[in-house]
Nanobody, 123 residues
Framework: QGHLAESGGGLVQPGDSLRLSCTSV????????MGWYRQVPGKEREFVAG????????AYADSVRDRFTITRDNTKSSVYLQMDDVKPEDTGVYYCAAGIGLGAATIRQVGFWGQGTQVTVSS
């Protein structure tokens, strides 16, 4: 059974940068659209960013566009989220997702979820 494993979360101050990583095991990584979602207590999980198989097409939530960058390395079965100029509202548990189909602000059919990594932005 394949799985996804996130790393790189932590406590940072507003304006700082942080890089999240997600590595897949047992999944045909190069066949999947990859993405990042986040969730805070009491709210639904929301789409943050997605990237197609080729890595040439991406999508972002309006709240993170121009601050976050998603990339992937198919040779390492990994996807990354570079978070710059973070804000307190970026706080949450960040989940890696593997699926099929990338919409404007969603992965249409998520097949795998990671366990999540906590990001806290606070001064």
């Amino acid at each position: 059974q394949g799985h996804l494993a996130e790393s790189g979360g932590g406590l940072v101050q507003p304006g700082d940068s942080l890089r999240l990583s997600c590595t897949s095991v047992g999944i045909t990584f190069s066949s999947y659209t990859m993405g990042w979602y986040r969730q805070v207590p009491g709210k639904e999980r929301e789409f943050v960013a997605g990237i197609r198989v080729s890595g040439t097409s991406t999508a972002y939530a309006d709240s993170v566009r121009d601050r976050f960058t998603i990339t992937r390395d198919n040779t390492k079965s990994s996807v990354y989220l570079q978070m710059d100029d973070v804000k307190p509202e970026d706080t949450g548990v960040y989940y890696c997702a593997a699926g099929i189909g990338l919409g404007a602000a969603t992965i249409r059919q998520v097949g795998f979820w990671g366990q999540g990594t906590q990001v806290t932005v606070s001064s």
